[in-house]
């Protein structure tokens, strides 16, 4: 069964300075990867997803996350944070079509962005 | 076209009481996923239809919980009896099966008094 971890419930920056969202996952199969970010008050949508493509996945916004299988690892990336990007930040894995797509989420990482 | 929707948005009801949870995924969307959402917490996987399959129900928590799905259209989510630690937002969300992106509707908050 897969399972997600994402390390550190809350991140702060400041604008300007490199985002780094960790996230490891387990999953028994080649995963399919995401990653999906929550502004206040609003619904959750997709940031960018590793569907076993390129190990380099560009997404909205400026943010990238690399798949690294030796580590388990799909970290989320964004050289220089803005203002904007304050927001929750989930991790997901899923099993693709071998699993049935059923989708396992991270505890989220609440992003904070100072001035 | 329209994304996903959920109603109602938002429920209170008294413990005890049942609730009926609805969603209506994107068109052509062949599988639905609920997921539950306590406050300041992560995404709990609940429920996940894909097709005409059986439906994968590994993650909901009781019996007090369940869901159906007409063919590849609306589902609901009933909760039966009530009770206090039911109080969170329900999400549900559709996906293309080969695609596996999830475009999640605005969410349900449910709370039980």
New interface residues.
């Given amino acids: 069964a897969q399972s997600v971890t994402q390390l550190g419930s809350h991140v702060s920056v400041s604008e300007g300075a490199l985002v780094l969202l960790r996230c490891n996952y387990s999953s028994s199969v080649p995963p ?1 990867l ?1 990653w ?1 970010v929550q502004y206040p008050n609003q ?4 940031l960018l ?1 590793y ?1 076993s493509a390129a190990t380099l996945v560009k997404g909205i916004n400026g943010f990238e996350a690399e798949f690294k299988k030796s580590e388990t690892s799909f970290h989320l990336t964004k050289p220089s944070a803005h203002m904007s990007d304050a927001a929750e930040y ?1 991790c ?1 894995v ?1 099993e ?2 071998t699993g ?9 990482t609440r992003l904070f962005v100072k001035a | 076209g329209a994304g996903v929707s959920q109603s109602p948005s938002n429920k209170v009801t008294e413990k005890g009481k049942d609730v009926e949870l609805r969603c209506d995924p994107i068109s052509g969307h062949t ?1 639905l ?1 609920w ?1 539950r959402q306590r406050l300041g ?5 609940l429920i ?1 239809f ?1 097709g005409n ?1 059986a439906p ?1 129900k ?1 993650g909901l928590p009781s019996d007090r919980f369940s869901a159906e799905r007409t063919g590849e259209s609306v589902s609901t989510l009933t909760i039966q009896r009530t009770q206090q630690e039911d109080s969170a937002v329900y ?1 549900c ?1 559709s ?1 293309l ?2 695609g ?3 475009y ?4 349900t908050r449910l709370t039980v008094t």
């Fill in positions: 399919y995401f999906y619904g959750l949508q997709l997803k569907t989930f997901a899923s693709g079509n049935g797509f059923k989708t396992i989420f991270g505890a989220g | 599988a996923y997921y917490q992560g995404l709990e996987f996940y894909q399959s994968d590994s999400l969300a996906s099966a080969t596996g992106e999830q999640f509707g605005p969410g």
